[in-house]
């Protein structure tokens, strides 16, 4: 989840991936594409289809006319591993925080246990490598938002117990041990009880997640952390300005600490002009409405009655993978679509079926599939795996 949104759609702009995907099917490139992406394990580590399993009680057996997942199209998308976020909204920071947790978990394992032959609850890699070798999709959990702790190693302990295998620090909101990318700074990154509960993670095997958290905390993490760390669904600033995105040096640190960027679809996370707006407002409501999300629409919509911006494309979806592959080498990069935490996807992905698309525009740019296969998912089973090394290492 990004921030909740109330992006436009451009209808006019719908025409088109039929086209480019037309285009793409007759070209011999696409078969092998196909071919490349289907033995790859295909890892996505962001999606926000929890919260609508959750609050509209949506059925996922079959296609749905909205949204960007499905099993259906799931499949389709030839997606093999699912983290699904377990989204806790800031404003649940003072009360409710893991009633919301254990209302998403929940659903999450009914959706498991409404569709076994499908779709199966993974809490490790070798859970992982077993689940998709039966041709499903293994589901895991990320919990989003560190506040829903409420500041408690037990209830830490209890979600790792419970299947989250990542935190992800922060969301909007400075909480009372991590400063947000998006909020008023309380600690300049990290304090004491933070850098523990990130020693803690290291000990029990919970990927630290750095999406969200600010600057100053995420280098605060680089220098705690003994485990590799993800970015679950954050993009580059070196094409897209925004503060939810990371620079240079944090992806070459990131990349130094064996860790891995998942890139976010969201067109204000891929387009520079999206990324200005984004951040422009992002800055208002900090210093003008007192972290006021509420705002976000309105100052949008306004924003884009004046000046409308087109939505990002593929290529610039790509550009973001390519931009770290030069920056750092092809080890370091993965996917964090953030489908249905955002609505303003790249023309040419609107869903979670377009993913072989992926493959093809990699393919096109002369990546190797041995390259490719990382991109796809072999980082993240790699720094999961290292997360677990280290934990068994670290012991009781
Ligand atoms: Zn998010």
New binding site residues.
Partial sequence: ??LKSVFPVYSALLLLPGLVLAQAQSDPLWQKALEIHRRAIVVDT?SDLTSRLVDEGVDIGGRLPDGHQDLPRMQEGGLDVQFF?V?VAARYAKKGGPKRAMEMMDAVYRMVETFPDRIQLATSVSDIYRIVSQGKIAALMGL?GGHALENSMHILRMFHRMGIRYV?LT?SNTNDWCDSSTDQPRWGGLNDLGEKIVAEMNRIGMMIDV??ISDEAFWDVMRVSKAPVIAS?SSCRAIANMQRNMSDDMIKALAKNGGVIMINFGSSFLNREWGKRTNYILQQIRDKYRGDFGMWGKMWDEMNQKDPLPPATLKDLIDHIDHVVRLVGPDYVGLGS?FD?VSALPVGMEDVSKLPAITYELLKRGYKEEDIRKILGGNLLRVMSEVERVAAELGQ
């Fill in positions: 989840m990004v962001h976020s989204y989003e992800t969301h999406s969200h669904h953030d935490g």
